[in-house]
């Protein structure tokens, strides 16, 4: 799970080792680019999502933008 650094600790004590934890303001780039990554699905927008999407797109990752919108489909 990708989140703001401060929310980590409090995230961590309720769900304990089950989960991994990133800091999104410094992870999502190399998390979007990663080997074992095949696809990265951006909930996020503006400048924020500008640098995860290009490390997702220089590694020939399949991408997609989230929305909350029932209009999209897969």
Known sequence: VALSA???P???RSLGNKVKF???GQDLPALASAKDVDLVILAMTG???LEPFLSAAKAGKRWARSSTSSANTW
């Open 6 to 8: 401060d929310r980590i």
């Open 10 to 12: 409090t995230l961590r």
């Open 22 to 24: 990133f800091d999104a």
């Open 47 to 49: 400048a924020a999502a």
